[in-house]
């Protein structure tokens, strides 16, 4: 997948070097570490998946087609949620707080374009 590929999928991140003082910084920093890991061949992004997956099925309650973000960068921001939450994230929580927090009043850049 190239970078242009992938910013498509993103809703915060246009590719741009900084965000934007009208964004959500931090979900932009989420979805460019995203961007950027994943063309450098960094590992930690499919070690998120795979340990997401696993453990609490990820592809089966937040499918792509719903919602349009990659399993990918899903498991980046459950990551993140982990990270800094005080307890460990269950997938009932991370479900809520990506409608919440992610979700919630935005598109994919795709989902712009296709006018969804």
């Not at 499919?46 to 399993?71: A, N, V």
């Not at 899903?74 to 982990?82: F, G, Q, S």
Request: net charge negative; hydrophobic share 30%.
């Amino acid at each position: 997948m190239t970078r242009e590929e992938m910013i498509l999928d993103c809703r915060y991140f246009n590719g741009e070097e900084y965000p934007p003082e009208d964004v959500n910084s931090l979900m932009w920093g989420y979805e460019e570490a995203w961007v950027r890991m994943v063309l450098e061949n960094n590992p930690t992004p499919q070690k998120c998946l795979d340990y997401y997956t696993k453990e609490y099925d990820l592809p089966s309650f937040l499918p792509y087609e719903e919602d349009g973000t990659p399993l990918g960068l899903k498991a980046i921001l459950w990551n993140r949620l982990d990270h800094w939450s005080y307890y460990p994230a269950n997938a009932d929580q991370f479900k809520d707080w990506y409608h919440e927090h992610y979700v919630a009043n935005t598109k994919t850049h795709r989902q712009l374009l296709n006018n969804q």
